[in-house]
């Protein structure tokens, strides 16, 4: 059974950091991509970026600001955030999937954490 459990949230300043974790278990290989997005009541669910061992995506929504990346071991991604506006603040939700190259599509994602919640006042 897979689990993906996000934490790191909180309540940041503007210009601030955050770092997110999702230590992810149960995957049956360890060739597949992880992905992070995020969700307000207002919008879709938005992507952020994803981390294979092929390739590292980014939305350009946060190019420059935030940085994903995985230690093995440990089965866990990260998610460095600088530079962090109030239009940032959200839900941040890690997901996985087998398959999901590249994609920025929530729907092509099997496996997704409880999210986490990250606000960030101006």
């Known amino acids: 059974q897979v689990q993906l459990v996000e934490s790191g949230g909180g309540l940041v300043q503007a210009g601030g950091s955050l770092r997110l974790s999702c230590a992810a278990s149960g995957m049956t290989s360890t060739d597949y991509v992880m992905g992070w997005f995020r969700q307000t009541p207002e919008k879709e669910r938005e992507f952020i970026g994803s981390w294979s061992r092929r390739r590292t995506y980014y939305a350009d929504s946060v190019k420059g600001r935030f940085t994903i990346s995985r230690d093995d071991a440990k089965h866990t991604m990260y998610l460095q955030m600088n530079n962090l506006k109030p239009d940032d603040t959200a839900v941040y939700y890690c997901?996985?999937?087998?398959?999901?190259?590249?994609?920025?599509?929530?729907?092509?994602?099997?496996?997704w954490g409880q999210g986490t919640q990250v606000t960030v006042s101006s």
């Open positions: 997901a996985a999937d087998y398959k999901a190259w590249g994609s920025m599509y929530s729907s092509e994602y099997d496996y």
